[in-house]
DNA sequence: TCCTAGATTGGAATTATTCTTGATATTGGA
DNA sequence: TCCAATATCAAGAATAATTCCAATCTAGGA
């Protein structure tokens, strides 16, 4: 069975992760994000772990995912000036922001598109990473 | 003459602005930023702002950048958590960010695309403001 | 078991940004 | 022109997210 990243079910856990103590605080943050695939800031991942673990502090969150981060696990996601948030979903996608809801969407790539198809980059650039961020409203369909 | 937003020269004032009284600071803030055509934090506008308007405060060059921003005069962009930077170009595009020199690259859309050509966007999404950022190397060709 | 590197904790510190308040300036109308 | 209403400005205080720090704590290897 091939374990790509992004094919973890919600109860796997990183353990094979190369050079990353799989700490309980690490463990139960990375649950909680598989647990609900959704987009929690710090904050909101700290209230969650808290039921299991009641003494875990802020700090260490922050820690944990920074790690986690770090090892390609999760991602760290950006919308404007607002708290960071954090995404289970490491394969390649963007964002789409419903501004009545407040609701996050993950946007994937269609097959087979290439950056440089609709992007004028500059010459020589060599993308290492992407983020697209969409705002806007679901029309009531 | 048709005077698009994008294509003030460096020189040209936004005095037609609807709703927005052009005041010397907000004048100067905005001239700074239509001089070099680059992406400063706000802490950089207020330094080259104050060369003209010694006593201007950095309170006020970020209230003249929310306005200018409010008004569509200038576009405020994020880069991860990094200070806020100001942008003359208000067309849409996206940037590039060059992680070995910082220097940030304006990204222009090649000319007919469309988001939904390349994106699996949610059924009924209505984008209202798109955010492309790039980070990678210039390869020294 | 003991040691050591790495992890955790709580609180203090940092930093960008926003808010508050009083002063000042500008506008449109009488 | 003068006034009143409104908008803007400035300075510093306040806020909020995040990071830093120093003191334990823990796990795993010798």
Known sequence: MNHRLHDRSANSLPEACPGLRMTPQRQEVYRVLMNR????????????VKKRLPN????TVYNCLETLVDHGLIRQV???RESSR????????GHFHDAASGAIHDVE????????????LPPGAVI?????T???KLAAS
Do not use: M
Not at 37 to 48: C, G, I, L, Y
Not at 56 to 59: E, G, Q
Not at 86 to 93: D, F, G, L, T
Not at 128 to 132: A, K, Q, S, V
């Open 37 to 48: 695939r959704d987009h929690p800031t710090a904050n909101e991942v700290h209230s969650r």
């Open 56 to 59: 875990i502090s802020l700090a």
């Open 78 to 80: 950006n919308f404007e």
């Open 86 to 93: 954090y995404c289970p979903n490491v394969k390649e996608h």
């Open 109 to 120: 790539f269609k097959p087979g598109v290439n950056l440089a198809d609709f992007l004028d």
């Open 128 to 132: 290492e990473d992407i983020e697209i």
């Open 134 to 136: 969409l705002r806007g």
